[in-house]
């Protein structure tokens, strides 16, 4: 009896989009910078840009760096630390939860039409079909197993870089291509899904996989900035 499989979605042209860095939010990191990420290749072979499925999800994963650490009862977990006078005055700590307004600075909002063959790490088969290759690898990295909840964990990423590097380098019969990147679930909610697109030889600036690209800077009024700091429990600072 055949085992389960990999599952592969056809981007098919649909709407994703990015918030990039100015003057090409889609063009590929400089590659000293490339490898830290959740589905990156650690060995530094290809890149990767990653795009959501709503503008909203991009927000959400842009700015989650600045959360606070909330206690049970709403406060801040390092409000109660006391700094030295001198150290506040040479090195003044910026308010928790905080972002410096000209954080908007040089970052643009961006879509493109995604085309091409993505792995879907969300599913059952993909897991069940993954999990002989890389039980091992989890175990030894400190999980329990093997599962969408690894698959999701913010660190270490050697094992979500490790799986990322054997789907790039996956081939048919034919010896082509058979995804061009990962489908995924946010780490901050299974309703925001995300892409992470692989680049392939000829690739630039960017993936040949986005079409009809736009791009306008980010508006500091927009919506769904407003629902994800809200969501994050972020504000401004100047």
């Given at each position: 009896m055949p085992g389960p499989v990999i599952s592969v979605v056809d981007a098919a042209?649909?709407?994703?989009?990015r918030v990039g860095r100015a003057p090409d939010p889609w063009a590929w990191i400089d590659r000293q910078y490339a490898g830290h990420q959740r589905w990156d290749d650690a060995g530094g072979i290809f890149r990767t840009v990653y795009a959501g499925d709503s503008l909203y999800s991009c927000?959400?994963?842009?700015?989650?760096?600045?959360?606070?650490?909330?206690?049970?009862?709403g406060s801040?977990?390092?409000?109660?630390?006391v700094e030295d006078p001198e150290d506040a005055a040479v090195f003044p700590?910026?308010?928790?939860?905080?972002?410096?307004?000209?954080?908007?600075g040089g970052r643009m909002v961006t879509t493109a039409r995604l085309t091409g063959p993505y792995a879907d790490v969300r599913t059952s088969d993909t897991i069940a079909a993954l999990r002989p290759g890389f039980l091992?690898?989890?175990?030894?990295?400190?999980?329990?197993?093997?599962?969408?909840?690894a698959l999701k964990s913010a660190d270490p990423r050697?094992?979500?870089?490790?799986?990322a590097s054997f789907l790039y380098?996956?081939?048919?019969?034919?010896?082509?291509?058979?995804?061009?990147?990962?489908?995924?679930?946010?780490?901050?909610?299974?309703?925001?899904?995300?892409?992470?697109?692989?680049?392939?030889?000829?690739?630039?600036?960017?993936?040949?996989?986005?079409?009809?690209?736009?791009?306008?800077?980010?508006?500091?009024?927009?919506?769904?900035?407003?629902?994800?700091?809200?969501?994050?429990?972020?504000s401004w600072r100047d």
């Open positions: 042209g649909r709407t994703v989009w927000f959400v994963e842009v700015l989650a760096y600045s959360r606070p650490d909330i206690e049970p009862d801040d977990l390092l409000a109660g630390i700590t910026r308010a928790a939860g905080s972002i410096p307004r000209d954080w908007i091992r690898l989890a175990l030894q990295l400190g999980y329990p197993d093997f599962d969408a909840a050697e094992l979500t870089q490790r799986v380098a996956l081939t048919d019969d034919q010896g082509g291509t058979v995804v061009d990147g990962v489908r995924f679930g946010s780490r901050h909610g299974d309703e925001l899904s995300m892409w992470a697109i692989f680049e392939r030889p000829g690739d630039e600036p960017a993936s040949h996989h986005l079409m009809q690209t736009t791009a306008h800077l980010v508006d500091v009024d927009d919506p769904d900035l407003h629902r994800a700091m809200i969501l994050h429990r972020l």
